[in-house]
């Protein structure tokens, strides 16, 4: 048991799948594996442990933003032993090169999170980044599955909504879409020595405008469930 999520050591597998959504890590429980237990609905932060061919996998409900996903994530790598931590969010392109259902994968998250900074001496810039080798299972996964992937680096911003932020600095410099998390997750992952990695499907486009519904950001990643749930297949055998 912790603070918020309502399990016992043993219930929730090494592997976690993150959705920010909740309602988005039932949806993958139920479509994707077999022998699902709920272990949580505290705050209705639902989470679940399965099998994906035959592998225990979890989905945990993380919500909104670098506060919320880092309690989570805190937890169930102190309480509950967890190794291998992969998001499964939305997240907003930026440019006309970037399409909506496009999947990113982040190798690094640049932020302007104020937890992210205050975490380190002033003056230091700490740059969350991916865990290699599970980058490279995803990689791998991905082609196998025939599920096409852009990897680099995203902005994992501390507001949805924030009309200061220059966006095309951030095209200019390479950056692929704005999300609320994946900073954070990298960061603690590091800190705690295991292995962490943002995988995203692009819900809507801040340059075109072009948007998925509510509904579709719930329960239409089918290719980012499969590409992560193969990945926790690579990483369970190592
Ligand atoms: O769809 P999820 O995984 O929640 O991710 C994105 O969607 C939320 C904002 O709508 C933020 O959490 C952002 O990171
Ligand atoms: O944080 C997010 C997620 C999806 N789309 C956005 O514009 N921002």
Redesign the pocket.
């Given at each position: 048991m912790s603070t918020h999520i309502g399990a016992e050591m043993g219930d929730i597998a090494p592997t976690v799948l993150m959705p920010g959504d909740p309602l988005r890590a039932k949806y993958i429980a139920e479509t994707f594996l077999d022998d699902v237990v709920q272990y949580n609905a505290v705050r209705n932060a639902l989470g679940f442990t399965g099998t994906y061919k035959g592998h225990r996998v979890s989905v945990q409900g993380t919500g909104m933003g670098i506060p919320s996903i880092s309690i989570y994530t805190n937890e169930l790598i102190k309480f509950f032993g967890v190794k291998h931590l992969m998001r499964v969010g939305?997240?907003?392109g930026f440019g006309e090169t970037i399409k909506i259902r496009d999947i990113l994968i982040a190798s690094s998250a640049s932020t302007d999170s104020a937890i992210i900074q205050n975490t380190f001496d002033h003056g230091v810039i700490y740059a969350p980044t991916a865990d290699f080798s599970m980058l490279l299972k995803a990689y791998q996964s991905a082609q196998e599955a025939n599920v096409e992937v852009k990897v680099g680096n995203i902005f994992s911003?501390d507001r949805?909504y924030n009309d200061e932020l220059d966006i095309q600095q951030l095209i200019d410099y390479g950056c692929l879409g704005?999300?609320?998390e994946t900073a954070a997750l990298y960061m603690l992952a590091a800190k705690y020595g295991v292995s962490a990695l943002s995988i995203n499907t692009v819900?809507?486009n801040?340059t075109t405008g072009e948007a998925l519904s509510a509904q579709d950001r719930q329960s239409s990643f089918a290719d980012m469930a499969t590409v992560a749930l193969e990945t926790a297949i690579k990483c369970d055998e190592d």
């Open positions: 939305s997240i907003g911003a949805f704005t999300e609320m819900s809507d801040l």
